[in-house]
């Protein structure tokens, strides 16, 4: 099984059913041109629930309303993903907001598990750390969504998949 530098194993075999696709205007662009299987990255922002005490020391719980995230998508150089990342961080600096949307989406589908992870609302927070090392050289866009969303399917729905 193959190994990253971080030494974490990936199983290229399942990771041919992981898609990942940029949505705008209503197409899906498949996200191809990752490196070592270290394609996508996506957690919320933060806790659902948060716990507070009081000034008397009692437990207090709030939910909130945030549901963004954020998304990293690991691009080799030169590679289509990589410009047309590059295209919509242009896009997003150079929009007049009143007649055009920067805003892409981005979804990720895994046809083994039925996990589905959307970003709706998204734009880019800046241009992509440079990285020079050994063997492994990719650029990690960081995609923030103002809606964050996870589909896991019922066991019902599990079973029917395997």
Partial sequence: MPTTMGGTKYDLSAARYMKTYLIF????????GG????????????DVVTPQKTFEGAQMYFISNDRSGT??????????????????????QNADIMSQDPTFGIKSVNQLTGRTIIG???LISGQPTEQENDGVWTLPWKILASEYIVQRPDPDELALLQ
């Fill in 25 to 32: 205007n209503g197409q899906s662009l498949p996200v191809i």
């Fill in 120 to 122: 709706n609302a998204c």
């Fill in 71 to 92: 998304f990293t998508l690991n691009t080799v150089p030169g590679s289509h993903v990589n410009n047309l990342l590059q295209w919509f961080f242009d896009l997003m």
């Fill in 35 to 46: 490196q070592s299987g270290e394609k996508l990255e996506a957690a919320p922002s933060g």
